[in-house]
């Protein structure tokens, strides 16, 4: 399929999605949204993909935030509408997908870009990177999940003090925080995303799957976090994968995971 304004591009088991909106810091809009639901469930139904890697097109963005201009006419109730659509369909999507999501922030992620990067299960940063959420400049807060996701990687003291002031950090500041994972030179940014998910696809594809859904339960207070552990646990036992591994350790050889 192609799009408006994302680049898809697949490196062995690894697939690229690029938001491709340069002249615009790669800000997202309603089409860009739409496109990015449409690309990510199919990148998870897909069987020839193991995991994703996310960026922004260019040197300067990774996602500068939100299209403003599409705010103009909004009001209480299609702000809602916004912000119930953008988490159940994209956000969300990505932070429950069954396939691990790396997101590679090339310079500036503010608004929904930080928002996005959060939602992702790994964030690698270059070293020029501003990370931030300025919301409250533009008399509003976070919509996309910031308030939740940010609290939860780097405290409530912290993210209530980059939420009230807007300030934009930097990348070493975010690895010391814990809101980004790793911090490398520009050039070496996708490299490293490329490096750390080929070690995770070395891995078993459905435990993999499985050790997202348990840890993303440990955040929600509609789920109990151990009993889901045990279900995934036991979920994983039953599958040829597991047998592969064990056989694979005790034959002192690499496993040879099938995802079945």
């Known amino acids: 399929m192609a799009f408006e304004n994302l680049l ?10 690029t938001i491709n ?8 809009n309603a089409v860009t949204l739409a496109e990015l639901h449409t690309a990510f469930t199919g990148a998870f139904a897909n069987p020839d993909v193991g995991g994703i890697i996310i960026t922004g097109a260019g040197p300067k963005a990774f996602i500068a935030g939100a299209d403003i201009s599409e705010f103009v006419n909004l009001n209480a109730h299609t702000g809602r509408e916004l912000a119930q659509n953008g988490h159940t369909k994209v956000f969300d999507l990505i932070a ?5 999501v790396i997101a590679a922030i090339n310079g500036f992620a503010l608004g929904g870009g930080l928002e996005m990067a959060m939602a ?3 964030r690698i940063a270059s070293d020029n990177a501003k990370l931030g959420l300025p919301e409250l400049t533009l008399g509003i807060i976070p919509g996309y999940g910031g308030t939740q996701r940010l609290t939860q990687l ?4 912290k993210a209530l003090e980059m939420i009230m002031t807007s ?19 520009p050039e070496e940014l996708l490299t490293k995303a490329e490096e750390l998910l080929n070690k995770i696809l070395k891995r078993a594809p459905l435990a993999i ?4 859904t348990a840890v993303n339960a440990a955040t929600r207070s509609d789920v109990n976090g151990f009993e889901t552990e045990i279900s995934e646990f036991s979920k ?3 599958t040829h994968d597991f047998k592969e591994g064990v056989a694979a350790f005790l034959e002192k050889r690499p496993a040879e995971f099938k995802g079945e």
């Open 8 to 17: 898809i591009t697949n490196k062995g088991r690894i697939q690229y999605i």
């Open 21 to 28: 909106r340069e002249s615009k810091l790669n800000a997202l």
């Open 96 to 100: 429950n997908g069954s396939k691990p």
């Open 120 to 122: 992702c299960h790994i």
């Open 154 to 157: 780097v405290g409530r003291g």
């Open 167 to 185: 300030d934009m950090v930097t990348a070493a500041d975010a690895l010391q925080f814990g809101l980004v994972n790793h911090v490398v030179s």
């Open 209 to 212: 799957a499985s050790a997202i």
């Open 236 to 238: 994983c036992m039953g």
